[in-house]
């Protein structure tokens, strides 16, 4: 098992990048972006910074040969958006979203973004568990981990805020809330 402090990395192929920058601005523009107003260049960029972590831990699933759905590169709204990540432990199928945050985030603040309105509309839509992780190029770091319920209590507690450059409202977590241990543990008992 890994010790607390240990930090979990994986590495995508650099053309990943290049494909990843390509299909972001194919979503924004199919999804209209722009035209509604949003920042078009935050977007882009949330959306392969979420993608290369998704890449890098579903590449940690394949050299652990676990089982698990991912749902890939999304286009649509976001009602019709699945679990970044199905696994099964125990037999059961548990649901797994990844947070990725920036680097202010982790190193200042030390504190996990959760969007307002899926906490406030949307609580059966969250996943069992979030993973947090922060990527530099093409390599991704995991953190740790929070169930959904430790979730709740933690977002249930914390301040509203408004994010100017994301132009929407979300509210933080204690990043060590996301264990490292717990993490190791859900990776362990992965089928």
Not at 30 to 47: L, M, T
Not at 132 to 153: H, P, W
Not at 170 to 189: A, D
Request: hydrophobic content about 40%; aromatic content about 10%.
């Amino acid at each position: 098992m890994l010790s607390r402090d240990c930090i979990l990395q994986q590495e995508i192929p650099e053309p990943m990048l290049s494909l990843f920058e390509q299909q972001a601005e194919q979503k924004i523009k199919v999804e209209g972006w722009a035209k509604q107003g949003r920042n078009a260049d935050v977007k882009r960029e949330n959306f392969v910074h979420c993608w290369i972590t998704e890449e890098a831990f579903k590449q940690l699933l394949i050299k652990g040969n676990k089982w698990f759905r991912n749902r890939g590169l999304y286009f649509g709204d976001a009602q019709g958006a699945g679990a970044d990540f199905i696994a099964k432990i125990d037999g059961e199928e548990v649901s797994i979203g990844l947070r990725s945050i920036a680097p202010d985030s982790l190193n200042k603040w030390k504190t996990v973004a959760y969007p307002d309105d899926r906490f406030q509309h949307e609580k059966e839509k969250i996943a069992d568990y979030h993973i947090v992780c922060q990527r530099q190029g093409a390599v991704t770091s995991f953190f740790g981990m929070i169930s959904k319920e430790e979730l709740l209590a933690e977002l249930e507690q914390s301040r509203r805020l408004y994010s100017p450059k994301n132009q929407e409202y979300f509210r933080v977590v204690p990043l060590e809330k996301f264990r490292m241990e717990m993490l190791c543990s859900l990776l362990e008992r992965m089928e």
